[in-house]
């Protein structure tokens, strides 16, 4: 499976040009290894949502990428049911009857976000999800600054960028090149 265009990303590209800070997150770490998921919740973090492809799994995959267990197990033991997957792939519209978001829900025992709009806009439909959580104690954690940080400064919330991504093969070409 692969993903469709995506022309809300291009459009938000011109809104960087215009506030390059919308690229800047609040938190740049190595992978999810390096995220201190109890001191982060201390500080006001109750709701996490993570992209998925290249962040957790590989492109377009379901199963967490093995060095990662103990880290998402620490995640998930900390936000319980505060914890969801916001893809560009699974549980958009390309997902024919969300066959692939199914997949990683049971692979990763958390939510994939039904959603029709791509990051980095959407935002509120994250925002519905987490229903009465004010979008700054909502983080959001990805690999790419021009949908996963743009996504989550757009709407309010804690950005945190993975520098190491899991593995770019099988990756869409473009999505490679602007990251």
Known sequence: MGQSFNLQGILQAFRVLAS?????????????????????HRSGI????????????????????????????R????YKDQ???????????????????KAIETSLSVPVLRHEQKKPSGGDELLRHFSGIKPSRVAIVGDRALTDVVFGNNYGMFTILTRDVVTEE?????AIRVS
């Open 75 to 78: 995640c998930r033991d900390v």
């Open 20 to 40: 390059p800070r919308l690229m800047v997150p609040h938190l740049i770490v190595r992978d999810v290894r390096d995220i201190n998921f109890e001191q982060l």
């Open 46 to 73: 109750i709701a996490i949502a993570f992209d998925k492809d290249n962040c957790l799994t590989r492109p377009y995959g379901h199963d967490l990428h093995p060095p990662f267990k103990d880290a998402w197990k």
């Open 83 to 101: 914890v969801i997957i916001v893809s560009n792939s699974a549980g958009t519209k390309d997902d024919q009857d969300h066959q692939l978001a």
């Open 170 to 174: 099988g990756d869409n070409p473009m």
